[in-house]
């Protein structure tokens, strides 16, 4: 058995201060993706639990999610679109990633319309599909694009 003599340590005082992290020159869209997605995902859960309890606090919840989930796009478009600009093209293959995430986004537009209505009507039958449907969406777009990254060593930007 050898022992291992320890000469040398290092302590947090000498350690880089500088950042590792870099974010001039990459996409800061991958960011923010997923906090509209997670709101989407909220309003459909929210709208599962209004249906099984009828309180009115969940379809307000929903409408909540959906909003936010809406103005957090939103800003994600903006940030895509000024990645865009700067030079940041898109792969030909990302682009049905890009149209499911505006599909999805229309389709919660709608569905926030529809939660704006009164109580039960708003949320069952039709709230409740738009959500679901929302999330299948976008379920079906997460795999796609994750598909690109891990299969075909493919990113969304370059």
């Known amino acids: 058995m050898q022992h291992i003599r320890i000469t040398d340590t290092a302590l947090v005082g000498d350690a880089d201060p500088l ?3 870099k974010p ?3 996409a800061i869209l991958p960011a923010l993706v997923p906090f509209p997605i997670a709101c989407f995902a909220g309003a ?8 099984r309890t009828d309180d009115v606090m969940w379809e ?3 409408i ?3 909003t936010i989930g809406l103005i ?3 800003v994600a478009v903006i940030a895509g679109l000024i990645d865009v600009a700067l030079g940041k093209r898109f792969r030909r293959l ?3 990633h890009v149209v499911g995430y505006v599909l999805a986004l229309a389709v919660s537009l709608v569905n926030a319309f529809v939660h704006s209505r009164d109580a039960y009507t708003a949320v069952v039958p039709t709230g409740l599909t738009l959500s679901a449907l929302v999330v299948i969406i976008l379920l079906v777009t997460g795999w ?3 598909a690109l990254v891990h299969r075909h060593r493919k990113g969304v930007a370059l």
Do not use: N
């Open 60 to 62: 307000r919840f929903s």
């Open 24 to 26: 001039r020159g990459r």
């Open 19 to 21: 950042s590792t992290a």
């Open 64 to 66: 909540w999610l959906i």
């Open 144 to 146: 796609a694009g994750s």
């Open 94 to 96: 990302a682009w049905p």
């Open 44 to 51: 459909l859960v929210t709208d599962l639990m209004y249906w």
């Open 72 to 74: 957090l796009a939103g």
